[in-house]
């Protein structure tokens, strides 16, 4: 039985790849001190359990260069709005921050790799996993497969070297830059309590306005009042939505019972006594207002089932970029609630002071009609849909592809962007280009996750499968050294970056923490300091050096096999 299964997974190699996905999910799922592995980590492991236990498997290089390809477009897509969107306005600083942290990672693992006397594959594999960046995996695998007067044997072992690498480095340097980012760092930037550090902020950006408020605070309610006197009786829905306005409360009239009808209400529309109306408005609002002394609230299901509609609109128009949320809605769209901010594919604490940004998608919630009305003014509506403009997608991959074929000799040896390079730098573009004018190029989320989360695991699975005959022999040669080295390269880019924030540009602690988790790339390191800070205000931080990291660290895949070569 066990040798009809090893000879199936060898000749079919396929299976192999598949049975790695589905053990490497499980294994994502699993979490050491409370840090979650991931699906990617999990497939590179789980990759190499199978490597070493069917040994003999042999898969094609075309199909992990296919998945890689893809995966890279993707992650461009993904980025490239908050990309182009950081290198100008309030983005500066954080760029260069990003910058330097990951010009210095560069740097750091330059200087270990030259004293601990390793060549281009284990050089990679540092890089990879110390700076925590998956993608490194695929572009020096493609330097290497380039490096001339190589046997194929050695290009073999050399990406082998990668792959074991970045799984040791990898596993401690998360778990590293989780701790130390969350737990010892704050104290290190002079915070005695990042919770209140990032409540202080909350309250500054006007997201929060009590101690212990959660985000349902900002939840927008519909109640139904009968008039019963008082000076809002022979008052105009205008004027009475005006005098609340005045006091810093925004509340809308919608419908009105009168003699039993139904009908909604118009701005000359004056309240009689007996009159049954319904007001929508954020919860803090109705409270601040007092409504209940207009009349008592009655439940009326027929007056509150009228239509709401809740609808993302990826904001395109120019007048809105670099606009507050308050001013800028108030002109645009009145009668609209906001009710969630995303950016750059992460969901920001916001107010209305909060600086709009092209290509954020923020979510509205109004009457069905309201809604539609004003769509055209803000944007473009992000409604689910299932197809995927397969032309956009695969014309942006194919010049990405060929843009990245020609090669320049430098030294004697043909330098480029490699097909993989182009893909990432037209995944850019063409993601920035649906954020501009997302009347075209539809990728909805499913499909971007299965090219990029599904490309990068297929990927590692991969290299984890033909790695794994040799990954313990590696382990055992390079394994102390490379935790040690890992570690100082995860962690001294962070403390450079986390200083020069507070020195340099004097950026508050939550903010700082964000940035360097992003420009290190570290999901699980942004989850651990939100958890830690219990606020999303970090993430405000997080985005734009988030785009400029997984761009520079992904070419520095290439650029460190050509230095240690």
């Not at 778990?175 to 409540?199: E, Q, V, Y």
């Not at 769209?333 to 604490?349: D, H, M, N, S, Y």
């Not at 790339?521 to 999303?536: L, N, V």
Request: net charge negative.
């Amino acid at each position: 039985m066990w040798n009809w299964l090893t000879d199936s997974l060898v000749a079919h190699p396929e299976i192999a790849i598949f049975l790695a996905l589905g053990l490497g999910f499980l294994i994502g799922k699993l979490k050491i001190k409370g840090i979650v592995l991931g699906p990617v980590t999990g497939t590179l492991l789980a990759g190499v359990l199978v490597g070493i236990v069917f040994d003999g498997i042999d898969i094609p290089d075309l199909v992990k260069t296919v998945a890689f390809v893809a995966f890279l477009f993707a992650l461009g897509y993904n980025v490239g709005p908050q990309f182009f969107a950081g290198l100008k306005g309030d983005g500066v600083k954080q760029v260069i921050l990003a910058v330097i942290n990951c010009a210095f990672g560069l740097g750091v693992v330059i200087v270990l790799a030259k004293l601990l006397g390793y060549g281009p594959g284990w050089g990679a594999g540092l890089l990879a996993g110390g700076l925590t960046q998956s993608a490194v995996i695929g572009v020096a695998d493609s330097a290497i497969a380039a490096l001339p007067g190589l046997s194929a044997e050695e290009v073999k072992e050399m990406e082998s070297q990668v792959a074991v690498g970045y799984a040791v480095c990898y596993l401690f340097g998360t778990a590293a830059a989780a701790f130390f980012l969350s737990t010892i760092a704050p104290r290190m930037l002079g915070s005695k309590s990042l919770a209140a550090d990032a409540h202080e902020m909350e309250k500054d950006l006007g997201v929060a306005k009590e101690p212990g408020i959660s985000p349902a605070y900002y939840s927008v309610v519909r109640r139904a009042f009968r008039i019963d006197g008082g000076t809002v009786v022979g008052a105009t829905v205008a004027d009475l939505e005006a005098r609340a306005l005045t006091l810093g409360h925004r509340v809308m009239f919608h419908d009105l019972r009168r003699g039993g009808a139904v009908a909604p209400v118009r701005p000359d529309t004056a309240l009689q006594a007996g009159d049954v109306v319904t007001l929508a408005a954020r919860r803090p609002d109705l409270v601040a207002l007092d409504v209940d002394r207009w009349g008592e609230e009655v439940d009326d299901e027929e007056l509150l089932d009228y239509q709401v509609e809740t609808l993302a609109i990826v904001i395109t128009k120019k007048s809105l970029a670099g606009a507050k949320i308050g001013p800028a809605f108030a002109e645009h769209a009145p009668r609209l609630f906001v009710t969630k901010v995303v950016r750059g594919g992460q969901e920001i604490p916001w107010s209305d002071d909060t600086v709009i940004h092209r290509g954020d998608e923020i979510t509205v919630q109004g009457g069905k009609d309201e809604v539609e009305a004003v769509i055209g003014d803000l944007g473009y509506p992000n409604r689910a849909k299932d197809s995927t403009d397969m032309s956009y997608v695969g014309f942006g991959i194919v010049v990405g592809a060929l843009i990245g074929v020609p090669t320049i000799a430098v030294a004697g040896a043909d330098i480029g962007l490699t097909t993989s390079g182009g893909a990432l730098i037209m995944g850019l573009v063409f993601g920035w280009l649906r954020a501009k004018s997302p009347t075209f190029g539809q990728f909805p989320p499913a499909a971007n996750w299965m090219l990029s989360t599904g490309g990068l695991c297929m990927f590692v699975g991969i290299v984890g499968i033909m790695a794994g005959p040799d990954f313990v022999s590696g382990v055992k040669s390079e394994g102390l050294s490379l935790v040690f080295a890992g570690l100082v390269v995860t962690l001294l880019p962070m403390l450079l970056t986390m200083y020069l924030g507070k020195w340099l540009f004097k950026i508050p602690v939550p903010i700082n923490l964000g940035i360097v988790a992003g420009a290190n790339t570290t999901t699980a390191s942004i989850g651990a300091i939100t958890d830690s800070a219990k606020s999303q205000v970090p993430v405000l931080g997080y985005t734009i050096p988030y785009a400029i990291g997984n761009v520079l660290l992904t070419i520095w895949g290439a650029v460190i096999v050509a230095v240690l070569a």
